[in-house]
């Protein structure tokens, strides 16, 4: 179904507050009873006649640009490019004259008007199939919002809005390279991008695997913005998807070394450093579920009759192996999350109510709880067991007074008391983890 209503207003536009005139070129004022008339093929042809008779008045452009704004409105979105494109064309045309010649007629007046509503009417349109979350938006609604996008970049190229949002689609898509193509427009063609575009195109780069053109990417950022502290973090997480891991804790070691103060500069630092430690641990824990299953399976294989020993014996020294590194990667582990303490520690000093840093502080302790229960799991040894059990225990346990801080600077936060939930419920305190339930709306 075709909706009339778009070409009714935008005609309605062109004409506001006009005064007719019978002493006026007879081209325009035809081109403007077309355009009443909504005949937007008859407005073009007296438009090119009044521009024919003179081709310094901006008028035959003006109404020539309004004609095919609205004959580009009338088809459906993806066949309107062509349109607005002559458009935008004879509009530009039309203010270059009123310009020159210094018109100040109704015309004159309400060009930009009209940019601006056929614009906004685009996006508008390009807007409304989407989810909240672009990416998450069906295929058929994304297509449909970037025809509307790219229409609306025609009419009004200088739109850094309808260009990101451009950008976004096209990635969710599945077009990186036009969604990248699009960020450097507005950054480096347009010259208005700010921190989201070049956080957007840095991430762009990135999912296509192009890591070092990321981190010189943000490098620059940093230059343009120096006093934004998330660039930092950005400049840091690129370093450590790159695999430099002292370039990372490097460039944000520079926040500290700048203002040695600022607990805001240990809390980043501390929280970059931090993600070392949770790869480490990761890796931890996929070695542990390798070593239990091969465990299992040298079990069964003993179990056999006529079982192999020296295989028996092979994958006994291969799990042995895995275990040593296990551990080594434990100590490293609590090597990095030592370092964390120590900085939050000492952000702490200078900001004791800052709910991020305690927050944070108790996912230290929790985390390193939860590996020395992995250890206490994978040993035979009774009193080895017990000992790693004494140990997790104790690090939850200092953990609950940070999160319990945290929960009480912000209660209405349920990320909050959702781990005091599972600290509680870990250490069998069970009124105090029935009050962390209904608190954290489980």
Sequence with gaps: MKIKYFPQALAALALMFLVWSCAGDPNIESARLALVQQDFEEVIRSAEAAIQANPESGDGYYYKGVAYASLASDKPPEQRVDDYERARENLMEARRLYREHEVTSNEAQNLDDIIIETWGYEHNQGVEPLSSDIISSPEDSLRLSRHHFINATTINPDSVLSFNLLAEVNFALGNNEEAEAISRKVIYEMEQGDLYNYYRLAFFLIEDDRDEEAIELLLEARELFPDEIEIVQE???????????????????????????????????????????????????????????????????????????????????????????????????????????????????????????????????????????????????????????????EYLERSLPHYEKAAELEPDNTEHWLSLFRVYTNLGMTEEAERAQEKADL
């Design 235 to 393: 400049i840091a997480n690129a370093y450590l998807r790159a695999g430099k891991t002292d370039e990372a804790l490097e460039v944000v070691q520079e926040l500290i070394e700048r203002d040695p103060e600022n607990p805001q500069y240990r809390l980043v630092y501390a929280t970059q450093v931090y993600q070392l430690v949770q790869d480490l641990d990761d890796q931890v824990r996929t070695l542990h579920d390798e070593v239990y299953e091969m465990s299992r399976e040298i079990r069964q294989k003993a179990r056999e009759p006529g079982a192999d020993q020296q295989e028996i014996e092979r994958m006994i020294e291969e799990m042995e192996e895995k275990q040593e590194y296990s551990n080594e990667l434990i100590d490293e582990s609590f090597r990095f999350s030592d370092i964390v303490k120590e900085e939050l520690h000492l952000a702490l000093e200078a900001d004791p109510d800052n709910p991020d840093i305690h927050a944070t502080l108790g996912i230290v302790y929790q985390n390193r709880g939860a590996l020395m229960q992995d250890k206490r799991n994978m040993t035979e040894d009774m009193e080895e067991a017990e000992e790693f059990d004494r140990q997790a225990r």
